[in-house]
């Protein structure tokens, strides 16, 4: 992908009705992105291992596995950005979607000018940390709180030694909070993005997933508060070499 237009990006889209993937992969080759239609859940998982794409569009309703496990161990490989598809219009799925690291969701039907839209949308965001991680390579190992981040591999490292896994969006998350701590960090700067829905749960639900990996307690967190009305606060000291 080259810095400045996401359109190069490779998408790999997962949609068992032929119809749906027609319209999908039409939409996204007119805006010009280069767009790859499979249908089962192995299928795609096969082809991301081979070579990593920049986005999978996961439908989760699949006929051979539930698409949700696509999602997961899509994580587990090289982690690319997700868009779920669905036709469920269920908040719990949506929500469970997002705490397995997908990026942003979509419901059926769409408008295929809004599926488009968010494509863009994720795919900047991936460009914007890529391209702060490329400026920024000398100090690649986070140090706070007895905890250790190294940027380039995504790895999180517990106080006790125990290797944390982190979704690709996650560490994206933890990576700008480590970038700027002690500092009120607004939903719009965490996302990277000027216009952010204020219904938009998926900040929340990503920033609670965090918490409980960083063994933060939601309740009383002491790492990373919430500050009402203004967005998240990353309270720990931190060292970088
Ligand atoms: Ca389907």
Same mark, same amino acid.
């Given at each position: 992908?080259?810095?400045?237009?996401?359109? =190069?990006?490779?998408?790999?889209?997962?949609? @068992?009705?032929?119809?749906?993937?027609?319209? *999908?992969? /039409?939409?996204?080759?007119?805006?010009?992105?280069?767009?790859?239609?499979?249908? !089962? /859940?192995?299928?795609?998982?096969?082809?991301?291992?081979?070579? !990593?794409?920049?986005?999978?569009?996961?439908?989760?309703?699949?006929?051979?596995?539930? +698409?949700?496990?696509?999602?997961?161990?899509?994580?587990? +490989?090289?982690?690319?950005?997700?868009? *779920?598809? !669905? /036709?469920?219009?269920?908040?719990?799925?949506? $929500?469970? +979607?997002?705490?397995?690291?997908?990026?942003?969701?979509?419901?059926?039907?769409?408008?295929?000018?809004?599926?488009?839209?968010? $494509?863009?949308? *994720?795919?900047?965001?991936?460009? &914007?940390?890529?391209?702060?991680?490329? #400026?920024?390579?000398?100090?690649?190992?986070?140090?706070?709180?007895?905890?250790?981040?190294?940027?380039?591999?995504?790895?999180?490292?517990?106080?006790?030694?125990?290797?944390? =896994?982190?979704?690709?969006?996650?560490?994206?998350?933890?990576?700008? %909070?480590?970038?700027?701590? =002690?500092?009120?960090? #607004?939903?719009?700067? %965490?996302?990277?993005?000027?216009?952010?829905?204020?219904?938009?749960?998926? *900040?929340?639900?990503?920033?609670? &997933?965090?918490?409980?990996? %960083?063994? @933060?307690?939601?309740?009383?967190?002491?790492?990373?508060?919430?500050?009402?009305?203004?967005?998240?606060?990353?309270?720990?000291?931190?060292?970088?070499?």
């Amino acid at each position: 992908m080259s810095s400045t237009d996401t359109t =190069n990006a490779s998408i790999l889209v997962l949609e @068992d009705e032929a119809e749906i993937a027609r319209l *999908i992969c /039409g939409s996204l080759s007119e805006y010009g992105f280069r767009c790859d239609h499979l249908t !089962t /859940g192995r299928q795609l998982l096969d082809r991301a291992r081979r070579a !990593t794409p920049d986005l999978c569009i996961v439908d989760l309703g699949l006929p051979d596995m539930d +698409g949700m496990q696509v999602v997961r161990e899509l994580q587990e +490989g090289s982690p690319c950005a997700v868009l *779920i598809l !669905t /036709g469920r219009n269920d908040v719990t799925d949506r $929500v469970l +979607g997002l705490e397995l690291g997908a990026d942003d969701y979509i419901v059926k039907p769409f408008e295929p000018r809004e599926l488009v839209a968010r $494509v863009r949308s *994720i795919l900047r965001r991936y460009q &914007r940390a890529a391209a702060s991680d490329a #400026s920024d390579t000398a100090r690649t190992i986070a140090r706070f709180a007895g905890w250790t981040f190294d940027r380039g591999l995504h790895a999180l490292t517990a106080p006790d030694g125990r290797e944390v =896994n982190l979704s690709a969006a996650e560490a994206g998350l933890l990576l700008t %909070l480590l970038q700027r701590p =002690n500092r009120i960090l #607004s939903r719009e700067q %965490l996302l990277g993005e000027r216009d952010v829905d204020p219904f938009d749960r998926s *900040i929340d639900v990503r920033m609670s &997933r965090l918490r409980r990996k %960083l063994d @933060d307690d939601p309740h009383d967190p002491k790492l990373i508060k919430t500050v009402y009305g203004a967005g998240y606060l990353f309270t720990a000291q931190v060292a970088w070499d």
